[in-house]
């Protein structure tokens, strides 16, 4: 059912896929470090499993492999970037730093992107803060998969938000998540098993509650956070919304139900009002407000505190944000990275046409 | 069972409970502004209702009604609030206005805010900015009643998260909410009616569900959005985590289990790692990004497509963030506030003490 491959032969293999379609040496660098940082962390949905979805957008014509990313527009502690319709894989780290520099000079910066596509995950780009002594912000707008509360059309993607934040001695504070009740890829899990989601996670095209793993394919809809209006539907989607203008309307990129689609099949939407996908970034110097070495003692006292919270029945103990994704981290370095068996076949296939072998 | 109220009439009366307890003109005068937003927009739980518990934490020394709010530490564009103490009401519009200052300088200000108390509806705070063309982010922590996911102890408040996004012809996007599946004061209206709540607000002392609008004075503690791990209560937990980090860590306020409580018969925690309740606010220019007019143009085109989504069987439209509270103000400013009898009760016993008639 499932092979296990080490992180140097994914890297291998995926970096050499990415220069076959014509990636500059570091723009494939930085490509395959952000896809593989998914599978490292457990995010498999997001990783190697997506690697023949970019190729075949980028043999519809839809990804160009050799942008020119630019600043098109910018303030001391803001910046608007052109991807210029390259992978979001290498805009996204490009248009992170442009937030790191500006946050250096005037305490934060803050970058709306445009002309993009799919990032990886969120959360590798708002890490990128935290070796500057940074808070990181990352979120982008996706796909449209999402019904409004009320509604039953698609005009929302999963658009994930992800947050890091520095520590002393604890290891960093790491959201990333979809704001859905359920990201797509756990949709597609299940799918695999032949299983049927928990009820709150999906509608069908009627706007009837489904438990049905395969409902996207029949013009259901993934709901927002909070599932039903009883429940703070209407929360998940002001994040949703938030996300999407945040990218894509201050950016100028494509935003709610006009996003481009991930899968090169589906036609790209008529009368876009923008170009490709939207991000938004953010960075904050911790000693912008107060001393680091102060706040990084608080925020090991705020996790010491939280870890230790007392345990409903049953459970062993409470996360902090970031626990569940570093503690697989380090045992897939130890172990390998599981892959499921009709991902390996896309990847074989995916190298025949490049004369790349897994 | 209720009266119902002129805004000039509540007006009135708070304003001068709040020059009765030693607010200047110009404090009191915001402070009431701030304190009847909350009814005009039907957030009840957040307006005169909370007029007698303001005043008893200032009759317990808890709060500062001539407070030197200060400025302790800033960058081009940031800030750290010391708010001396005072109502979050008059704290939290100082910042507010420290935010959009700094963003018409470098494009955007962000501002943490450490000695305060509650400062009223979020949404107002956040509004701030429309006027001058920026987005304006609010949030602050609060008393804790919230528990984290997999844990049954009281270890954030219910967080709130303000953003509002100006429009061109269409009225603004205004979202307001607390990070919780539902805010306490829904809980409050169930007790008063002595109805059950919906199973997902709020679990018991031993981390059971339960529907008991009263389970919170049991023990019991409300759930982060998403109510259970299965449907994402991960994610409310994350971001009801993060608001307190930016409002309370990064400003030394005090946080998690440690915030100062509203009522003020709860005694005020051992060992507060900070002072007081922390706040976090963010301005950003609209042009800092794009032409306002260009993002005004595409923000009703957003509106519009939202507002304008296929509703669901049984619905008439789908709705925009900021909506109902609107279409409620505009109801209100015509026809009255209606004030239920025992928040009648406890206005007039305030007002009593100060020789103020409603």
């Keep these: 059912m499932q092979q296990t491959f080490s992180y140097d032969q994914l890297y291998n293999f995926t970096f050499k896929i990415f220069i076959s379609i014509g990636c500059s040496e570091p723009d494939a660098t930085i490509a395959t470090k952000v896809l593989l940082a998914a599978d490292m962390r457990g995010i498999d949905s ?3 499993a997506r690697l023949s979805g970019y190729v075949r957008l980028w043999e519809a014509g839809r990804i160009n492999a050799k942008p020119q990313i630019k600043i098109v527009h910018e303030t001391p502690s803001t910046a608007v970037v052109d ?19 500006k946050a250096k000079n005037v305490g934060t910066g803050w970058v709306s992107v445009r002309n993009s596509n799919h990032f990886g995950i969120a959360g590798y780009h708002a890490m990128m803060a935290l070796q500057q002594d940074m808070t990181g912000i990352a979120m982008t707008n996706a796909s449209a998969l999402v019904a409004p509360t009320f509604s039953i059309e698609r005009m929302l993607g999963t658009n994930p938000i992800a947050v890091a934040i520095p520590a002393g001695k604890q290891p960093p504070f790491v959201a990333d998540f979809a704001t859905t009740t359920a990201a797509n890829g756990k949709l597609e899990i299940l799918q695999r098993k032949n299983a049927n989601t928990p009820l709150g996670w999906a509608q069908d095209k009627d706007g009837k509650d489904s438990v049905d793993a395969n409902v996207l394919k029949k013009q259901g809809a993934l709901l927002p956070l909070g599932s039903d209006r009883g429940h703070g539907s209407h929360k998940g989607y002001a994040l949703g919304s938030i996300v999407d203008i945040f990218s894509a309307v201050l950016s100028g990129a494509s935003y709610g139900p006009w996003a481009p689609p991930f899968p090169a099949y589906v036609p790209i939407p008529d009368n876009m009002p923008g170009k490709g996908l939207g991000h938004f970034f953010g960075a904050m110097r911790i000693d ?19 870890r230790n919270a007392k345990p409903a029945d049953g459970y062993e103990r409470v996360l902090i944000p970031g626990d569940p994704e570093r503690e697989l981290e380090n045992i897939r370095l130890k172990t390998g990275i599981p892959i499921v068996e009709s991902v390996i076949n896309e990847l074989i296939q995916v190298g025949e046409k490049f004369g790349v072998t897994l």
């Design 288 to 306: 912008a407000f107060r001393p680091t070495d102060e706040f990084k003692h608080h925020m090991d006292n705020w996790i010491e505190r939280f």
């Design 46 to 48: 997001h990783g190697v």
């Design 83 to 101: 991807g210029d319709g390259g992978l979001g894989l290498v805009v996204a780290p490009f248009a992170m730093q442009v937030a790191i520099d």
